[in-house]
């Protein structure tokens, strides 16, 4: 197991800059949420981008290894993502994934708000999409995934994410919410330093059912932190 930490890592001056001190005391108003949002974001970006090599590899080999905990259904089809930026590599785990008969997919942007997962397979060609994204055809079937692995900048122990600010996967996950429900499982995939004690959820943020981290499966039970 990489030498990563994994506590949850609390808020430093940025967080508290960002929060009155009566912020635990009642709801939030949006200003705040916002900034508290945008402070967490980039504590939790920086200690990832820290990460050294070594414990980057050895973090994908462990998503690979953690497969079996996530008790998936025999040829369900997997919504998974080909990192950007510095976020842990799910490649090698959606190789695995296909050998042991699971249907694959990939994020794809139609327009400026709106995400669809496509059918995808490892070795078939990727097109250079928005914000960095490796995107199947626009022929490839657009499919609705019964597991999504989520990337994220952030997570808590309650099932509260933080992506890069635009909305995508939660817009996407609620349309497949509203679609099929209850939707599909959402499992996020991060490194253990990712975790922030608390993130303030708003009423469009969809919460993860788990997070797979190089430490393991984290079930999360919507409990506040002890």
């Known amino acids: 197991m990489p030498d990563i930490p994994a506590n949850p890592m609390p808020a430093t001056a940025a967080f508290e800059a960002a929060a009155p001190a009566a912020a635990h005391s009642g709801p939030l108003d949006p200003t705040t949420v916002r900034r508290l949002k945008a402070a967490l974001r980039a504590e939790a970006l920086a200690r990832r981008a ?50 042991r008969g699971f249907r694959l997919a990939l994020p794809a942007l139609i327009d400026s708000a709106t995400m669809v997962f496509r059918a995808w397979a490892p070795g078939e060609a990727l097109l250079p999409g ?70 303030p959820a708003e009423s469009h943020d969809r919460p993860l059912d788990a997070v797979l981290t190089e430490a393991g499966l984290r079930r999360l039970d919507g409990t506040l932190p002890a």
């Open 50 to 99: 820290a990460l050294t090599p070594e414990a980057r590899r050895e973090a994908a080999t462990a998503l690979v290894a953690g497969i079996d905990a996530l008790d998936l259904r025999p040829g369900a089809r997997i919504a998974t993502f080909h990192p950007i930026r510095d976020e842990i590599d799910p490649r090698p785990m959606a190789m695995v994934l296909h050998d």
């Open 130 to 199: 928005t914000f960095g994204l490796s995107e199947p055809s626009v022929a490839a079937d657009v499919v609705a995934p019964d597991v999504v692995l989520v990337p994220l900048a952030a997570f808590d122990r309650r099932g509260n994410r933080l992506g890069y600010g635009k909305g995508y996967y939660d817009r996407a996950l609620a349309r497949l919410d509203q679609a099929a429900p209850p939707g599909p499982r959402a499992i996020g995939l991060a490194f253990s330093v990712q975790e922030a004690v608390e993130i």
